[in-house]
């Protein structure tokens, strides 16, 4: 079925996809970052594990959470796309995607770069719902930061 | 009866479009909408007789100090309070709460002590609670949901020991809609010896309520839920407690007489409102008032109830969706939490929004009724007040047919 009139935009099947099928599912069982987030205002819950390799890039990933389509969509998109990432790039990665929320331009090489990503270019249409497609890439800054926190 | 389209050109916002769609208001819970008698009281104050109170000898002064006592008058006689010093403005109902933590509380709880309050509370009839009691060395304890989403009383005689020395409870949840039986309450509350307070934040806009009948100590509300302003809500409290309490907040306005070393209170209930109050929004509390008076608060309840009834029977064509809240109307308001299947409540929203429909959705200030007792991360909430007809119910259902249809066809893809 069509979205209704004025969300297609959001919910894009490809969203809809990743919410009814969402990839990366489970908690990793030794993870060297974890992070849990929590939105109160509609009760989203994503949490993050990932494991790293010895060359210190990302090497496994693993997200359950509960909540809205846009929130779980988002984040098992982020989930794809981590593995073979350093921290450093993985931080950028989300300085990238605030900034896609945020309004920024996004070039074509930009969106060739984060593919399925581009999707939610709809949601900074919808302005609340901005904070659902954060939810796993803040909850991934946290889980950087406290990981670098601890390991310094 | 009243005639609800008569009733909906009262109030101007009414006739405004979102998205495209003629806006469906059912967020009452959250906030009422408010008729034009109400906001001609606010603008006529600022265009005519804007002033200070209480000091001035002033023209404007005196009719400014009149208006914003006549407003307290109005409510005491709205909520049948012996008189309009029991009353004390405040900016809502988590404030007038607090005021009581702070004030009553403060002074009275002591080690080893008890308050007692409900598993449905709103925060801001909790948290003050939870912060009362670490304070005073005390202890909360809680009545029981029951399977029925009534508040469940069985539990109660052994809940009120001797040393319970405060019963704060709602009188309508704004999740469930459960009308808890307040009079009842209070009277146990009595029997040990306790003190009783009703948070009636959702029980004045849409009942009749009488505080000499219920007999509470303190009773709290605010204005906005009642086609008041923002800003302006009420705490009731009985003359022999309210005698017996200390200020909450010191300052201008409440004092009698003041030295470098030392102050006096002013009269009750002047001794409680620290500080230029918000005498618009006051004024414009007593304008609403007046219309749910003129209107009637027993047609008002008549006419949610024969709403809610048909909202709940056509709530049953939509076989994905589960509805919370007691299935009696007698102990029910106009309030209908639900959630559909995996859809979230979110989504929900969304889609409803686009059709003009405003509902809420999350955890509605009441996060542990909804995750520790309901199990759900969050619901969807539809909520009535005196100007909703059939016809929103119905656009109600049909968006929330729309979204079954959608995200239903969007789950069975890749099934």
Redo the contacts between chains.
């Keep these: 079925?069509q979205?209704?009139?004025?969300?297609d935009d959001?919910?894009q099947?490809i969203i809809?996809?990743h919410?009814?099928?969402p990839h990366n599912q489970g908690a990793l069982e030794h993870p060297h970052l974890h992070g849990e987030g929590f939105n109160?205002?509609?009760?989203?819950?994503i949490d993050l594990t990932m494991t790293l390799g010895e060359d210190g890039r990302i090497n496994d990933v693993g997200f359950v959470g509960?909540?809205?389509?846009?929130s779980q969509a988002s984040a098992s998109m982020l989930s794809d796309q981590l593995k073979g990432k350093t921290l450093d790039e993985a931080e950028a990665f989300v300085r990238m995607f605030k900034g896609i929320m945020q309004g920024e331009e996004v070039s074509d090489e930009l969106e060739e770069e984060i593919g399925e990503i581009a999707a939610l270019q709809g949601v900074k249409n919808?302005p609340i719902?901005i904070k659902?497609a954060l939810l796993g890439w803040t909850t991934l800054q946290d889980a950087i930061s406290e990981y670098r926190k601890t390991a310094s | 009866m009243y005639d609800v389209s008569a009733v909906r050109n009262d109030f101007p916002i009414l006739s405004r479009q979102v998205n495209g769609k003629p806006l469906v208001y059912l967020d009452n819970a959250a906030t009422s909408q408010k008729p034009q008698s109400m906001i001609d009281a606010l603008v006529d104050y600022y265009s005519r007789y804007n002033s200070n109170v209480h000091r001035g000898v002033h023209t404007l002064s005196m009719e400014a100090t009149d208006a914003y006592e006549l407003a307290r008058q109005k409510i005491a006689t709205f909520i049948n309070a012996p008189s309009p010093d029991n009353l004390i403005f405040v900016r809502n109902t988590s404030e007038a709460i607090n005021l009581v933590a702070y004030s009553w509380a403060a002074a009275n709880l002591k080690k080893g002590d008890r308050v007692v309050s409900t598993e449905m509370e709103h925060h801001s009839n909790l948290v003050p609670w939870q912060h009362a009691v670490a304070e005073a060395g005390a202890e909360l304890k809680l009545m029981k949901m029951a399977e029925d989403y009534s508040l469940d009383l069985s539990e109660l005689d052994e809940l009120l020991t001797p040393q319970t020395k405060l019963v704060a409870f709602t009188q309508m949840s704004n999740v469930l809609g459960t009308i808890t039986p307040a009079k009842e309450i209070v009277a146990a509350a009595h029997r040990v010896g306790a003190l009783a307070l009703v948070d009636a934040a959702q029980s004045v806009p849409h009942i009749a309520v009488d505080v000499q009948d219920l007999d509470c100590d303190f009773l709290a509300f605010s204005g906005h839920k009642m086609a008041g302003p923002m800003g302006i809500g009420v705490l009731y409290v009985k003359s022999e407690v309210l005698e017996q309490m200390e200020p909450f907040l010191r300052g201008g306005e409440m004092v009698l007489e003041v030295t470098y070393e030392k102050a006096t209170w002013a009269d009750l209930p002047m001794k409680f409102e620290a500080g230029t109050p918000s005498v618009a929004d006051s004024i414009g509390l007593g304008a609403a008032v007046d219309y749910l008076t003129a209107l009637g608060m027993d047609n008002i309840r008549q006419h949610e109830v024969e709403l809610t009834t048909y909202a709940l029977e056509r709530f049953k064509e939509l076989e994905e969706v589960t509805t919370y809240g007691p299935t009696d109307m007698s102990i029910r308001g106009g309030v209908v939490s639900f959630t559909m299947g995996n859809v979230h409540p979110h989504d929900i929203g969304q889609v409803l929004d686009q059709a003009g429909v405003a509902i809420r959705t999350g955890h509605h200030c009441a996060m542990p009724l909804v995750r520790s007792r309901l199990h759900l991360p969050a619901t969807a909430r539809a909520s009535f007040y005196l100007y909703n007809t059939e016809a929103e119910v119905d656009a109600l259902i049909d968006g929330l047919k729309t979204t079954s249809r959608f995200f239903g066809d969007a789950s069975s893809r890749r099934s």
């Design positions: 079925m979205a209704p009139d004025g969300l959001l919910y099947d809809l996809d919410w009814r099928s109160p205002f509609c009760g989203d819950q509960q909540g809205c389509s846009i919808h719902r659902c």
